[in-house]
């Protein structure tokens, strides 16, 4: 049964947190290097293949006609309306025993998110949207951040580009140029809470290449709601699952940021 994205909000952010609470209770029981290693530097364990099993077993409760894209168990049924699932997007600061780590579900309809949640469990943090409703943290209406920010002023997150040996020297010019531009630039580890941050105003700029559709489903529709600017190093609205080049901040640092992204990276990025 197909059900309205306001009217599933809540159960999905009940499923977040019951996972989430799951996932604290396996927290720093694993041994320094633990979890298995799916490719270069991704890594797995048995606590992001079980959150996995849990989300999908409660979302197909809730939207029985919706598909299925985990991150770990990959694509499910029809994909023209469906869940996209990060069971645990930093999963290396997870089995590292640090708590920058979170829960990330969307529900996408044609490739267009409808719903939103990024859940933090160290901190029962919930970020969440249902397109044209607005964005809401720990419930409550967040508030604008001026489009007038100069990236002088801003914060900036991003990744390193461990998926991405070819955009490595692209990745370390850019950072050096942007370094000395704004106010400082972090990497805490979890692309979905980043952008969710910067959607909060927490962050006030982002780049990164080659982020997966489960990395970055949910904050898309967050930063969307919160009038972010969203593209690729083109200055083209960002596509999910096709650029590899995401750029993200409010207007005016967006302004700032782009061309000097742009000019570090392959321009078919």
Same mark, same amino acid.
């Given at each position: 049964?197909?059900?309205?994205?306001?009217?599933? !909000?809540?159960?999905?952010?009940?499923?977040?947190?019951?996972?989430?609470?799951?996932?604290?209770?396996?927290? $720093?029981?694993?041994? *320094?290097?633990?979890?298995?290693? #799916?490719?270069?530097? /991704?890594?797995?364990s $048995?606590?992001? @293949? =079980?959150?996995?099993?849990q989300?999908? #077993?409660?979302? #197909?409760?809730?939207?029985?006609?919706?598909?299925?894209?985990? /991150? =770990?168990?990959? $694509?499910?049924?029809?994909?023209?309306?469906?869940?996209?699932?990060?069971?645990?997007?930093g999963?290396?600061?997870?089995?590292?025993? !640090?708590?920058? +780590?979170? @829960?990330?579900?969307?529900?996408?309809?044609?490739?267009?998110?409808?719903?939103?949640? %990024?859940?933090? *469990?160290?901190?029962? /943090?919930?970020?969440?949207? %249902?397109?044209?409703?607005?964005? +809401?943290?720990?419930?409550?209406?967040?508030?604008?951040? *001026?489009?007038?920010?100069?990236? #002088?002023?801003?914060?900036?997150?991003?990744? +390193?580009?461990?998926?991405?040996?070819? $955009?490595a020297?692209?990745?370390?010019?850019?950072a050096?140029? %942007?370094?000395? &531009?704004? &106010?400082?630039?972090?990497?805490?580890?979890?692309?979905?809470?980043?952008?969710?941050?910067?959607?909060?105003?927490?962050?006030?700029? +982002?780049?990164?290449?080659?982020?997966?559709?489960?990395?970055?489903?949910?904050?898309?529709? !967050?930063?969307?709601?919160?009038?972010?600017?969203?593209?690729?190093g &083109?200055?083209?609205?960002?596509? @999910?699952?096709?650029? &590899? !080049?995401? @750029?993200?901040?409010? *207007?005016?640092?967006?302004?700032?940021?782009?061309?000097? %992204?742009?000019?570090?990276?392959?321009?078919?990025?």
């Open positions: 049964m197909t059900q309205a994205p306001d009217i599933l !909000l809540d159960a999905v952010i009940a499923l977040a947190r019951d996972t989430g609470r799951y996932q604290l209770g396996q927290f $720093r029981c694993v041994p *320094p290097g633990g979890g298995e290693q #799916k490719s270069a530097r /991704e890594l797995v $048995r606590v992001d @293949i =079980e959150s996995e099993r989300l999908i #077993k409660g979302l #197909k409760a809730l939207d029985q006609g919706a598909g299925i894209f985990g /991150e =770990e168990s990959g $694509r499910e049924g029809d994909q023209r309306r469906c869940w996209v699932i990060d069971p645990i997007d999963t290396t600061n997870y089995l590292s025993g !640090l708590d920058q +780590f979170s @829960i990330s579900i969307a529900l996408l309809d044609e490739g267009m998110p409808l719903l939103g949640v %990024v859940y933090r *469990p160290a901190s029962d /943090e919930v970020f969440s949207a %249902v397109r044209g409703q607005g964005l +809401f943290h720990n419930g409550c209406r967040a508030s604008p951040i *001026p489009d007038d920010l100069r990236l #002088k002023d801003a914060l900036l997150g991003t990744g +390193f580009p461990y998926r991405s040996p070819d $955009r020297t692209a990745f370390f010019g850019c050096e140029d %942007v370094l000395y &531009r704004c &106010r400082g630039i972090r990497r805490l580890g979890s692309a979905a809470l980043d952008l969710s941050y910067l959607a909060c105003g927490y962050l006030q700029g +982002f780049w990164e290449t080659d982020l997966q559709p489960y990395d970055v489903a949910a904050a898309l529709l !967050l930063l969307d709601e919160a009038g972010m600017c969203v593209t690729n &083109r200055g083209a609205p960002y596509r @999910i699952g096709e650029d &590899r !080049l995401l @750029i993200a901040a409010p *207007p005016g640092v967006h302004k700032e940021l782009l061309p000097i %992204v742009a000019r570090h990276y392959p321009a078919g990025d």
